[in-house]
T-cell receptor, first 108, second 117 residues
Framework: DAKTTQPPSMDCAEGRAANLPCNHS???????VYWYRQIHSQGPQYIIH???NNETNEMASLIITEDRKSSTLILPHATLRDTAVYYC?????????FGGGTRLMVKP | DAMVIQNPRYQVTQFGKPVTLSCSQT?????MYWYQQKSSQAPKLLFH???????NEADTPDNFQSRRPNTSFCFLDIRSPGLGDAAMYLC????????????????FGPGTRLLVL
């Protein structure tokens, strides 16, 4: 699995977009980028994944740079319920290796 | 709703007393995983089953064992819990992925928090 680097914490104002960066400079060609989040005292929850192209679903958007060395998860209108630890994972195959993640605090 | 269920949510055991944590799923997924998550740390994979094939992570202590009697159920057995085994234990399931292809989404249960006295 490629190593990922994320800022340990970020704040975001409620209603504003939350942009969470992830660096994965050693990612290989067949490794996907996945994002999961973990709300306090719950199990992790899948958010989105991508390989090369930008992706969007009902939860978030994923922007992957052209060289694939970094990506950004965008929560377009953050709510208080989006307060969680967000994990960026880069790998191929069926295993998840969680790194430190970013603790996102959404504030009123 | 299809889901991953873990019982109990909180488990207290004594130092050295065997304990079993359970996980069940209604998703009919082939793959089941057990993770350990210590306080303020990220989840760490202990082992996983692909159907009945058991796959242990290299650094998972021998103190941790698992059983999967059927597709729906999976158990985590801790033979002699130590104080360092106090953690949240997470069960997850997924469909099998293809080698080199995108990983299938993992669905996590709410976890069982284990306290060792």
């Amino acid at each position: 699995d490629a190593k990922t680097t994320q800022p340990p914490s970020m704040d975001c104002a409620e209603g504003r977009a939350a942009n969470l960066p992830c660096n994965h400079s050693t990612i290989s060609g067949n490794e996907y980028v996945y994002w999961y989040r973990q709300i306090h005292s719950q199990g992790p929850q899948y958010i989105i994944h991508g390989l090369k192209n930008n992706e969007t679903n009902e939860m978030a958007s994923l922007i992957i740079t052209e060289d694939r060395k970094s990506s950004t998860l965008i929560l377009p209108h953050a709510t208080l319920r989006d307060t969680a630890v967000y994990y960026c994972i880069a790998n191929a195959g069926n295993m998840l290796t969680f790194g430190g993640g970013t603790r996102l605090m959404v504030k009123p | 709703d299809a889901m991953v269920i873990q019982n109990p949510r909180y488990q207290v055991t004594q130092f050295g007393k065997p304990v079993t944590l359970s996980c069940s799923q209604t998703l009919n997924h082939n793959v089941m995983y057990w993770y350990q998550q210590k306080s303020s740390q990220a989840p760490k994979l202990l082992f996983h089953y692909y159907d009945k094939d058991f796959n242990n992570e290299a650094d998972t202590p021998d103190n941790f064992q698992s059983r999967r009697p059927n597709t729906s159920f999976c158990f985590l057995d801790i033979r002699s819990p130590g104080l360092g085994d106090a953690a949240m234990y997470l069960c997850a399931t997924s469909r099998p992925g293809l080698a080199g292809a995108r990983q299938e989404t993992q669905y996590f249960g709410p976890g069982t928090r284990l306290l060792v006295l």
